[in-house]
T-cell receptor
Framework: GENVEQHPSTLSVQEGDSAVIKCTYS??????FPWYKQELGKRPQLIID?????GEKKDQRIAVTLNKTAKHFSLHITETQPEDSAVYFC????????????FGKGTLLTVNP | DAGVIQSPRHEVTEMGQEVTLRCKPI?????LFWYRQTMMRGLELLIY????????DSGMPEDRFSAKMPNASFSTLKIQPSEPRDSAVYFC????????????FGPGTRLTVL
C-alpha cells in the first residue's frame, strides 16, 4: 500500500519568514495530493491540493510543488503569520482500485510573533 | 449546508462498555470515511463506504470494531467491548465520490475509555 513520509515533525519560524514542509510517497499510481491544516482541537481542513498532471499550484501565500519522478511534494508558506500556527498534514490519494487517502504524520508549525 | 455532523462530541466510558459513534455526511456526498487520530499513530483510515457499501475495512483494528451505513445520510462506528487503548479522536469525513475529491471532516468525537 501507499506510504507517506513527512518532514519535519516540528517547525518553528519567525513571523514573516517562509516555511517549507516536505513529503514523499511510495505508490507511483497516486495522483492527488491534498494538504490539510488542523488547528488545536479542531478538524482537519483542506488548504490546497495538487493533481499529478501539474507541477505547481499557488493560492495567495501558499504553494505546493510536485515532483512525480522523485515522488515528493512540498508545501510552501510565505510571509508567515501567527495564525498559520497549526499542524499540517500531507496526503496521497491512491488511484487504481484502492481509492483512499494516506496521511503523513503531520508537522507542527509554530510562527513566533 | 451544516457540514458533516458527528455525535457525541465527547464520550467517556469504562473499559468493557459498548461505544457507538454517529455520523451524518454532507447531503449529496457518496463516500464516507472513518478516521482515528492519536498522537502516536497520527490520522489513520479505519473504513470507508461508497454508496453505502463498505469498500475497504483493512484499517479496522480488530473484531471489536464494526461500522455500518444503513442509508446515505447516516453511519455508525461501534466498539464492543471498549478498551483504554481505543481512546482517541474519531473523525468522520465525506466526499462527493471516492476518486480524488476533497474530503470534508466532521468535528470529531473525543473518546476516553477509563
Amino acid at each position: 500500500g501507499e506510504n507517506v513520509e513527512q518532514h519535519p515533525s516540528t517547525l518553528s519560524v519567525q513571523e514573516g519568514d517562509s516555511a517549507v514542509i516536505k513529503c514523499t510517497y511510495s505508490d507511483s499510481a497516486s495522483n492527488y495530493f491534498p494538504w490539510y491544516k488542523q488547528e488545536l482541537g479542531k478538524r482537519p481542513q483542506l488548504i490546497i491540493d495538487i493533481r499529478s498532471n501539474v507541477g505547481e499550484k499557488k493560492d495567495q501565500r501558499i504553494a505546493v510543488t510536485l515532483n512525480k519522478t522523485a515522488k515528493h511534494f512540498s508545501l510552501h508558506i510565505t510571509e508567515t503569520q501567527p495564525e498559520d500556527s497549526a499542524v499540517y498534514f500531507c496526503a496521497a490519494h491512491s488511484g487504481g482500485s484502492n481509492y483512499k487517502l494516506t496521511f503523513g504524520k503531520g508537522t507542527l508549525l509554530t510562527v513566533n510573533p | 449546508d451544516a457540514g458533516v455532523i458527528q455525535s457525541p462530541r465527547h464520550e467517556v466510558t469504562e473499559m468493557g462498555q459498548e461505544v457507538t459513534l454517529r455520523c451524518k455526511p454532507i447531503s449529496g456526498h457518496n463516500s464516507l470515511f472513518w478516521y482515528r487520530q492519536t498522537m502516536m499513530r497520527g490520522l489513520e483510515l479505519l473504513i470507508y463506504f461508497n454508496n453505502n457499501v463498505p469498500i475497504d475495512d483493512s484499517g479496522m483494528p480488530e473484531d471489536r470494531f464494526s461500522a455500518k451505513m444503513p442509508n446515505a445520510s447516516f453511519s455508525t462506528l461501534k466498539i464492543q467491548p471498549s478498551e483504554p487503548r481505543d481512546s482517541a479522536v474519531y473523525f468522520c469525513a465525506s466526499s462527493v465520490d471516492r476518486a480524488n475529491n476533497e474530503q470534508f471532516f466532521g468535528p470529531g468525537t473525543r473518546l476516553t475509555v477509563l
